[in-house]
């Protein structure tokens, strides 16, 4: 193995003599998006804003050194965030042990950093390709309803229980309306309206709407009374680097938490290698999955014992970073070091943000997480595509995260094994210009009266055996053909349990019929059924390149004339 490929940093490395002022002025950008976000995230997963700082420096470091991705930014996200949440608080509550909350934040993080560089030392990257796009589109937009109706407790200035369920929250706001703090509120829905006004008609602010909303948000709360009138802020953030931290790995912690880290892990991977390969449209780089998986890995696995908790590719941070024009992996180190010297000389001032600024800032995070366009567009076009949505985001909304990507990804594979179960058997006859043709698209099409000629579009494999099967069944029982051709261009692969059925089935029509041949099988296709001596049995001469010699070679087995004339041989 090369060095390069141990070290990927090393194909970049050499460039940034003459990108560093690209990369330099991203990076500059990509901190001043990233000190809102991180405080807003960390909230989002529980944890004081600092984490939010923490993470935001150590992952991007090493994700950019050992990924392989250009343009992807990493560090804390929403969705992560909200998975890190909910699957803690069913362990520890923050409100009551926020030590033991952390605690147990580093350590999922860990073993979400481990399963996510083993897969990709396995060489796992192409396994998010079998998440279907749904999933993600269900479990997003439920996960920004999640975290919009969380944050209303800070919107209201309303003591919401802890731990409360999206329909006991709007319950309990309901019931408890006459309790809204008014000031709270005003901070709160003075916030979300800078940013939205930033956002959509200030197009040249547009990109630092978030921390221009912060800022104006602290003053109104400033000007309002600010905790003299209920008004908590985020409090103290302490104005030091990440602390190494040994996270605690006790069996009872791994046990505990590995099916939460594995949700995590695939989630995360799922996030960075589709941000990644997005951005990889506009700038024609390669991405490699596999390399990308170490990295996100390693990224996370490095980061738990440095007080970070988990995170993978931000698509709003990775989209700004290609904008401002980096070149190369540099810029997010850039950002990192920049935000290191932010938090060391300005961390005082950040902890005099309002809650309810955030709250707001986070409704319009929530909201953004819901894919309208996709949303409606899975609406229109497919059936089974909308229920696997409808499964991950309700879910999402009433039940444990980890269960609604399992169900979205459990329902997403059975549609699929559904529709590869049943694969397309299409009846052959000779058409005008003499071509095989589908009969269903060609009346006038003829088909031979001794030889049937049917073409299966669709792999044999343990699911697809019933259906041909059964079609095999009706041939045999009803009709007086004794030979059947096979046309196999269209089959992919043929499993071993479908190679057993399919020796069986054509000993049994060369016993008590004519036979069963096969015309056009791909090489790849056959390789089941020659390791496995199948061929052995059934015999080499069934086999045939293409239709033309095997209609020829089955005319002169033939022991009566053929009523219906299709082909030459029939003459």
């Not at 069963?516 to 069934?542: A, H, M, P, T």
Request: proline share 3%; with cysteine.
């Amino acid at each position: 193995m090369s060095l390069k490929k141990i070290f990927p940093f090393l194909i970049w490395l050499p460039l940034v003599k003459s990108t560093w002022k690209d990369d330099l002025i991203a990076g500059i950008t990509g901190t001043i998006i990233v000190i809102p976000q991180a405080v807003a995230f960390a909230m989002i997963a529980g944890l004081p804003p600092i984490y939010g700082f923490y993470t935001a420096m150590i992952t991007p470091i090493i994700a950019a050194l050992f990924g392989s991705s250009y343009h992807l930014i990493s560090g804390p996200t929403t969705a992560i965030s909200i998975v890190v949440y909910s699957t803690l608080i069913k362990f520890v509550n923050p409100e009551t042990d926020l030590e033991g909350f952390i605690s147990l934040a580093l350590v999922l993080t860990f073993l979400a950093g481990l399963f996510q560089f083993a897969m990709g030392l396995m060489r796992m990257g192409k396994l998010v390709n079998f998440v279907s796009h749904s999933v993600i589109i269900g479990f997003t937009a439920g996960a920004g309803i999640l975290i919009a109706v969380k944050q209303l407790r800070h919107v209201f200035g309303i003591k919401v229980p802890q731990g409360s369920a999206i329909p006991e929250i709007l319950s309990y706001i309901i019931g408890h309306i006459s309790e809204t703090n008014w000031y709270v509120f005003i901070v709160a829905v003075g916030t979300l309206i800078i940013a939205l006004t930033i956002k959509l008609l200030i197009k040249p602010l547009a990109r630092y709407y978030m921390l221009i909303a912060m800022l104006l948000g602290s003053i109104i709360a400033i000007l309002l009374g600010g905790s003299a009138n209920g008004i908590e802020t985020v409090g103290h953030i302490p104005s030091n680097l990440p602390p190494f931290r040994i996270p605690e790995l006790t069996y009872t912690n791994i046990r505990a938490l590995s099916s939460g880290a594995m949700i995590l892990a695939l989630l995360g991977l799922i996030e960075a290698v589709a941000i990644g390969k997005s951005i990889a449209l506009h700038t024609h780089q390669k991405i490699d999955g596999d390399q990308e998986f170490i990295g996100q890995g390693l990224s996370n696995f490095v980061a738990s014992f440095f007080s970070s908790y988990a995170g993978s590719g931000s698509f709003t941070r990775s989209g700004v970073n290609y904008q401002a024009g980096a070149k190369t992996p540099m810029s997010s180190i850039f950002a990192s070091i920049f935000l290191m010297a932010v938090l060391l000389l300005f961390a005082n001032y950040a902890s005099y943000l309002p809650k309810a600024a955030m709250g707001g800032i986070i409704l319009l995070v929530g909201y953004n997480l819901i894919d309208f366009h996709h949303i409606k567009q899975v609406y229109i076009s497919s059936g089974r595509e909308l229920i696997i949505l409808s499964i991950t985001l309700l879910g999402t909304l009433f039940f444990d995260l980890e269960f609604a990507l399992l169900a979205g990804i459990i329902a997403s594979f059975y549609f699929y094994m559904e529709r590869t179960s049943k694969p397309n058997i299409a009846v052959l006859g000779l058409n005008a210009e003499n071509r095989l043709v589908n009969m269903i698209r060609d009346e006038n099409a003829k088909e031979c009266s001794n030889i049937k000629i049917i073409r299966i579009d669709g792999s044999l494999y343990f699911g697809s055996i019933e259906k041909i099967s059964d079609y095999l069944d009706h041939l045999y029982k009803e009709n007086k053909i004794n030979h059947l051709l096979i046309s196999a261009e269209g089959i992919n692969f043929i499993d071993l349990a479908a190679a057993e059925w399919l020796s069986n089935e054509i000993i049994n029509w060369q016993k008590n019929r004519g036979g069963i041949y096969i015309s056009g099988l791909k090489i790849v296709s056959q390789d089941v059924l020659r390791k496995g001596g199948f061929i052995n049995r059934i015999g080499e001469n069934i086999f045939f390149k293409d239709n033309k010699s095997a209609i020829a070679a089955i005319h002169k087995k033939l022991d009566k004339p053929c009523e219906v004339k299709a082909f030459e041989e029939c003459k």
